[in-house]
């Protein structure tokens, strides 16, 4: 049998357990004997030498010294429950035994001290020292008149507060330790919030990125595969660049998801992003929705070279936008404008008229995730439909100038 077993372990740890209740008792009897032991012996002494002229009380207490003794040793579980109940019991019970006060009552006292409050704490030490200090002065005069009584007070007090120090010190150390466990508890706890967080955070991200990549594409394969299914005017040459249309922006669509599954899958340094689309590609995706049968007239001005988060959310914008316009206005003309200047806006509008309905289902949450990434870029994001039954989306992005 190795030592990793858990059948040793749970032996060794219930030995352990065992030990750690048991080891205080067997120092409180060790006390409480040499206590008897000392007091009684030098008693006998005197009897012997005839210091002690009527020994017969004496030897009664001492009898019942043990008897008092063995009743405290029985209150002494108790400590844990009503430690100031125990304390001050045990401590006037040491009035007739030496034996208790030599053990249970300071093993009380410092258990009572452990809990660290004020009142019951003083009420045990203040019972203690009176009950030993009563015992002191009745003990028969060679033995107990040497001293003066204020002596006697002294020595039970010290007697006492040794323990009592103890007990604040152990009930200080666990103190220190339960908050520190707290204290770890909660960083734990605001940890894994905060990997949750992060891990909701990216899942919105992915989501956006896959929304933003797939809906545009498989718009554009919707819109091709539905000139070939009801335009029965098309030559042989129109439906066969329209299948390699089709064919080309499915393509496109399975690759761009491979993109973005291979950064969910990869760990470390492999996770790294695809290139993303920015306003230098915004020409190829007008370009793409307009050989898809859109309508669109693009005007706007944008001097210089925007910021990448900033080019790359003004293009999302227009894409979302080119989409949403496809989906739910079919035929309509669409018209884009982009303007800006370094040190300003970068001012992104796209509006469409009304038109047909495609038969494309909406998410819902296309629009909704633009506005966190427009918001995440720092700008403002505005869209709705006008009194002509049409429809805009306008964003607002701020463009730093770059200092040289």
Same mark, same amino acid.
């Given at each position: 049998?190795?030592?990793?077993?858990?059948?040793?372990?749970?032996?060794?740890?219930?030995?352990?357990?065992?030990?750690?209740?048991?080891?205080?008792?067997?120092?409180?009897?060790?006390?409480?004997?040499?206590?008897? @032991?000392?007091?009684?012996?030098?008693?006998?002494?005197?009897?012997?030498?005839?210091?002690?002229?009527?020994?017969?009380?004496?030897?009664?207490?001492?009898? @019942?010294?043990?008897?008092?003794?063995?009743?405290?040793?029985?209150?002494?579980?108790?400590?844990?429950?009503?430690?100031?109940?125990?304390?001050?019991?045990?401590?006037?019970?040491?009035?007739?035994?030496?034996?208790?006060?030599?053990?249970? +009552?300071?093993?009380?006292?410092?258990?009572?001290?452990?809990?660290?409050?004020?009142?019951?704490?003083?009420?045990?030490?203040?019972?203690?020292?009176?009950?030993?200090?009563?015992?002191?002065?009745?003990?028969?005069?060679?033995?107990?008149?040497?001293?003066?009584?204020? +002596?006697?007070?002294?020595?039970?007090?010290?007697?006492?507060?040794?323990?009592?120090?103890?007990?604040?010190?152990?009930?200080?150390?666990? +103190?220190? @330790?339960?908050?520190?466990?707290?204290?770890?508890?909660?960083?734990?706890?605001?940890?894994?919030?905060?990997?949750?967080?992060?891990?909701?955070?990216?899942?919105?991200?992915?989501?956006?990125?896959?929304?933003?990549?797939?809906?545009?594409?498989?718009?554009?394969?919707?819109?091709?595969?539905?000139?070939?299914?009801?335009?029965?005017?098309?030559?042989?040459?129109?439906?066969?660049?329209?299948?390699?249309?089709?064919?080309?922006?499915?393509?496109?669509?399975?690759?761009?998801?491979?993109?973005?599954?291979?950064?969910?899958?990869?760990?470390?340094?492999?996770?790294?992003?695809?290139?993303?689309?920015?306003?230098?590609?915004?020409?190829?995706?007008?370009?793409?929705?307009?050989?898809?049968?859109?309508? @669109?007239?693009?005007?706007?001005?944008?001097?210089?070279?925007?910021?990448?988060?900033?080019?790359?959310?003004?293009?999302?914008?227009?894409?979302?936008?080119?989409?949403?316009?496809?989906?739910?206005?079919?035929?309509?003309?669409?018209?884009?404008?982009?303007?800006?200047?370094?040190?300003?806006?970068?001012?992104?509008?796209?509006?469409?008229?009304?038109?047909?309905?495609?038969?494309?289902?909406?998410?819902?949450?296309?629009?909704?995730?633009?506005?966190?990434?427009?918001?995440?870029?720092?700008?403002?994001?505005?869209?709705?439909?006008?009194?002509?039954?049409?429809?805009?989306?306008?964003?607002?992005?701020?463009?730093?100038?770059?200092?040289?």
């Amino acid at each position: 049998m190795s030592s990793a077993d858990p059948r040793v372990e749970f032996a060794t740890g219930a030995r352990l357990r065992v030990w750690s209740r048991v080891w205080r008792y067997l120092v409180v009897v060790l006390f409480s004997l040499i206590g008897w @032991i000392g007091i009684y012996a030098l008693f006998a002494v005197d009897v012997e030498e005839g210091a002690v002229p009527d020994s017969a009380p004496f030897w009664a207490l001492a009898i @019942i010294d043990p008897v008092i003794w063995l009743i405290a040793m029985g209150l002494l579980p108790l400590r844990r429950r009503i430690p100031a109940t125990v304390a001050i019991t045990t401590g006037l019970m040491s009035s007739f035994s030496v034996m208790t006060s030599m053990g249970p +009552a300071q093993l009380a006292a410092a258990s009572n001290a452990t809990h660290r409050r004020w009142a019951p704490i003083v009420a045990g030490f203040v019972a203690g020292v009176l009950g030993s200090t009563i015992f002191s002065r009745f003990v028969p005069e060679s033995v107990g008149e040497e001293f003066p009584w204020w +002596a006697d007070v002294a020595g039970s007090a010290l007697g006492f507060a040794v323990p009592v120090t103890f007990g604040l010190y152990i009930g200080a150390r666990r +103190a220190l @330790i339960a908050s520190l466990h707290e204290r770890a508890l909660e960083a734990e706890r605001e940890r894994e919030l905060q990997i949750e967080a992060a891990e909701a955070g990216e899942r919105t991200r992915i989501a956006r990125e896959m929304h933003d990549v797939l809906a545009h594409r498989i718009s554009l394969v919707a819109m091709h595969a539905g000139a070939l299914a009801y335009r029965e005017d098309l030559s042989r040459e129109q439906v066969r660049d329209t299948a390699v249309l089709v064919q080309d922006n499915s393509r496109r669509a399975l690759t761009e998801l491979r993109q973005v599954l291979g950064v969910l899958r990869a760990t470390g340094s492999e996770g790294v992003e695809p290139p993303q689309p920015t306003l230098e590609t915004l020409p190829t995706l007008l370009n793409e929705a307009r050989a898809a049968g859109a309508v @669109i007239e693009s005007t706007g001005s944008v001097e210089g070279a925007p910021p990448e988060l900033v080019s790359r959310t003004a293009f999302r914008v227009v894409q979302e936008a080119l989409t949403n316009a496809r989906k739910h206005a079919a035929g309509a003309v669409i018209r884009v404008r982009v303007d800006g200047h370094a040190g300003g806006l970068l001012a992104v509008e796209v509006a469409n008229g009304r038109g047909a309905p495609a038969a494309i289902p909406g998410s819902g949450v296309g629009l909704a995730g633009l506005a966190e990434r427009v918001e995440l870029a720092g700008g403002t994001l505005e869209y709705g439909s006008d009194e002509a039954g049409g429809f805009a989306v306008r964003a607002w992005l701020p463009w730093e100038e770059c200092d040289e």
